[in-house]
């Protein structure tokens, strides 16, 4: 069973798929997408509104001592990647990719926990 078959996905509002349509999508990573299983209209746009389509991005900056001096994220979390995963999500990734949050900064890694997050979920997980 995919991702999807386990989920009752909404159909995608009219904004969505504009935003598809105008350019608002990382189209290259949509047979990944399309091959886990998740809904490749929302996929495609979540990854180009969080990352820009770009696997190894991250909100938060660290000092050399290796703590966060910034984040975007109030509560001192930070997320990465292309579905910019929440590092509070750190048993998950372990479990999905066998290790740490670095791993979150692997497209590989990425879509095995937003698949993960998108089977428990849905698409709560991104504002939808």
């Not at 935003?19 to 929302?42: N, Q, S, T």
Request: aromatic fraction near 10%.
């Amino acid at each position: 069973m995919t991702a999807t078959e386990a989920q009752s996905v909404p159909k995608p509002p009219r904004w969505l798929v504009e935003r598809v349509k105008a350019g608002e999508r990382c189209k290259a990573l949509e047979p990944d997408i399309r091959r886990v299983g998740l809904p490749v209209m929302y996929f495609t746009y979540i990854a180009y509104r969080e990352s820009r389509c770009r696997e190894k991005a991250v909100n938060a900056r660290w000092d050399r001592q290796g703590n966060i001096v910034w984040t975007l994220n109030r509560n001192g979390t930070y997320d990465s990647g292309l579905f910019q995963i929440n590092s509070s999500w750190r048993t998950v990734t372990r479990e999905e990719c066998g290790g740490g949050l670095d791993r979150l900064l692997r497209k590989d890694c990425n879509l095995r926990v937003a698949v993960r997050l998108f089977g428990e979920g849905n698409l709560r997980h991104w504002g939808f």
